[in-house]
C-alpha cells in the first residue's frame, strides 16, 4: 500500500516538510508519479516496532524504584 506526503506525515507523526527532507536525503523509499511523491507503508514496519520496545523500555526503567543509598544519614 503506498501514501501520499500527507499520509506518510500523518502515520509517522511528524511534519510533511519533515518527510520531505528525508525523501531528498535518500532515506525513505518513494515513486515520483510527477504530480506527488508516493511512499510504500511497509517500509516502516521495523522502525514502529523498533519504537515500541524502546518506548517500552524506557516506560519499564521509569517504573523501577530508586534504591535508598546506605550512605545517606538522617541529620534531623
Known amino acids: 500500500m503506498y501514501l501520499t506526503l500527507k499520509e506518510t ?13 528525508l ?8 515513486v515520483h508519479d510527477g504530480e506527488q511523491y508516493l511512499i510504500y ?14 518506548k517500552k523500555l524506557v516506560e519499564d526503567w521509569n ?7 546506605p550512605d545517606i544519614k538522617d541529620e534531623d
Not at 525523501?23 to 518513494?30: D, E, N
Not at 507503508?41 to 524502546?54: G, I, N, R, V
Open 63 to 69: 517504573s523501577e524504584p530508586i534504591p535508598e543509598d
Open 9 to 21: 506525515a500523518d502515520y509517522l507523526s511528524m511534519s510533511e516538510a519533515a518527510i520531505e527532507k
Open 41 to 54: 507503508k511497509d517500509q516502516f514496519k521495523t522502525h514502529l516496532e523498533q519504537m515500541e520496545k524502546y
Open 23 to 30: 525523501i531528498l536525503q535518500g532515506k525513505i523509499r518513494f
